[in-house]
């Protein structure tokens, strides 16, 4: 099933990218080519040092929504502007696109060289008597293919952050798993797991009641349920790791593998701590009152991942993904 | 009621980890382990455990990118948004439902994104940040837990783990309706 929604993840995110950009084409939502009419309200006018003028450029919202054929903009459209003239006689103009500027222009800002300016060229400019103002046209450069820039973009970004995050396991993987070390050595892993044997038993039934992995799971779950993030991965693994020791079939997850997982992924914990910080930073009256509703949430992901497990490992279909050359194999003694 | 619990559980978890050292290491002197030698012992194999992961997340992470960056989750909330009505989940907490399971950091940042625009104690604020504190990322979970011994075919861990998300969505939505409920 990973393979499917894994393959459906990128097919669709390309599909719905490359539609996405057609429909941009065909529409020319961004305009390519148009020349837009706007004024400019000069403040500096170009001296000996320094060839640009600079000012406000001024777009009635009825204009603007008109020209990019949308209903959602804000009111007046008021950026600063610097116009250069070259010496070949064109005039480009650059508009630094900022949190005020409308949607649709942060979108072509982000696609275009810059990566937070359109620039273009003024076609013509028309400057009133006192020079004041000056009405200019101007042609914003091209915007295309907005979708597939950002699917090139993300994957890299992604695949950079894959790492980063491996990487940043390294130091707390290793405090981790020495720290059990010593407790596995001491003997201290078996009583822990004695005490819980009634309920792990039931949970791994192909897990001997007296395995390390039964240890390093009670572990996990108990790391997770405090919130303690830091030291639930480098123990899960730990789990994941001894686990894999009773795997017949290398390579093919096993029932208490699974089992382990759903647990992990439904995340009960007795705190939602990063929920609850982002509430207080929000500015919330009670940011703990969340508590009692995701233990609740999280409860019936518990329960719901646990009884799907238990009945999707009865389906042939995942059985037989576990015979070794077409036979059971043999049950392990760990 | 609620304060208590909380500060209970604060104190707990503020503690466990020291506590944890302490037992562990202060077992294994009591049981003569050569405490410094099993510790580096064990430590060996963090770095091998992380490198590991690394082409696992990196297929994961990559293909989740490529999905949120096309805006293809526009589309999925529009197919799934006569579902969203029938159950009477607000259709601005929908992209959350989906991005859960998908992205920490992304669906983070929208539940942020709903308290922000709509207050932290509307209906839709609680309800977002319980939505949030029901699930873990599950997709995440699995690439680094199998990849960490190189799991391929993980049989019906994936089904088994979006049958809990839908779950924990379902009820935090329950929930959430029938104390804040409006």
């Known amino acids: ?334 | 009621m609620v304060e208590l619990f909380r500060n209970i559980i604060n104190i707990i978890s503020v503690a466990a980890v020291p506590l944890m050292f302490f037992v562990f290491v202060g077992w294994g002197i009591v049981r003569k382990v050569k405490v410094y030698e099993v510790f580096v012992e064990g430590a060996k194999d963090g770095f091998h455990v992380a490198i590991k992961i690394i082409p696992y997340l990196v297929a994961m992470l990559v293909a989740i990118g490529i999905f949120r960056a096309s805006g293809a989750m526009d589309v999925v909330i529009a197919v799934l948004s006569p579902v969203s009505h029938l159950i009477g989940m607000p259709p601005e907490t929908v992209p959350l439902a989906i991005l859960r399971p998908l992205s920490g950091s992304g669906s983070m940042g929208l539940m942020t994104e709903l308290m922000k625009v709509h207050g932290p104690d509307s209906f839709i604020g609680v309800l977002a940040s319980t939505m949030y504190g029901s699930s873990e990322t599950t997709f995440y979970v699995l690439a680094v837990y199998f990849g960490s011994v190189g799991i391929k075919n993980t049989r019906h861990a994936l089904p088994a783990g979006i049958i809990a998300d839908i779950f924990g969505m379902l009820g935090a939505l329950f929930i959430c309706r029938i104390f804040f409920g409006v």
């Open chain 1, 1 to 334: 099933m990973l393979n499917y929604v894994w393959m459906s993840l990128i097919v669709i995110g390309l599909l719905v990218g490359a539609g996405k950009d057609i429909n941009d084409e065909v529409r020319n939502t961004y305009r390519n080519g148009i020349p837009i009419e706007a004024t400019v309200r000069v403040e500096k006018t170009p001296t000996a040092l320094r060839q640009t003028w600079e000012g406000d450029l001024v777009i009635p919202a009825e204009a603007f929504n008109r020209f990019y054929g949308i209903t959602s903009s804000v009111s007046e459209i008021r950026q600063p502007v610097e116009m250069t003239t070259l010496s070949s006689g064109m005039t480009t103009i650059s508009i630094p696109v900022d949190e005020s500027s409308p949607e649709i222009w942060k979108e072509m800002a982000r696609n275009s060289s810059s990566g937070n300016k359109l620039a273009g060229t003024v076609n013509s400019i028309k400057f009133s008597d006192d020079k004041s103002t000056a009405q200019v046209s101007l042609l914003l450069e091209k915007v295309n293919y907005v979708k597939l820039r950002a699917i090139t973009k993300a994957a890299l970004d992604y695949a950079d952050t894959a790492v980063t995050i491996s990487l940043g396991l390294i130091g707390v993987m290793a405090l981790w798993l020495g720290v059990v070390k010593i407790a596995e050595e001491a003997g201290l892993l078996k009583v822990l797991t004695k005490l819980l044997t009634p309920v792990t038993s039931r949970l791994f039934p192909d897990v001997p009641a007296d395995h390390p992995a039964v240890a390093a799971m009670i572990m996990n779950i108990a790391a997770n349920m405090l919130g303690l993030n830091n030291a639930a991965t480098p123990l899960g693994l730990k789990a994941m790791e001894e686990l894999n020791k009773l795997n017949p079939k290398l390579g093919t997850a096993t029932n208490a593998m699974c089992t382990f997982l759903v647990i992990n992924t439904a995340g009960l914990t007795l705190i939602p701590a990063t929920a609850i910080a982002i509430r207080a930073a929000q500015g919330s009256a009670e940011p703990g009152i969340i508590i009692g509703t995701s233990i609740f949430g999280a409860g019936c992901a518990t329960v719901a991942g646990l009884i799907s497990v238990k009945i999707l490992e009865r389906l042939p279909r995942y059985k037989k993904a576990l015979l070794v050359d077409g036979h059971a194999p043999e049950p392990s003694n760990g």
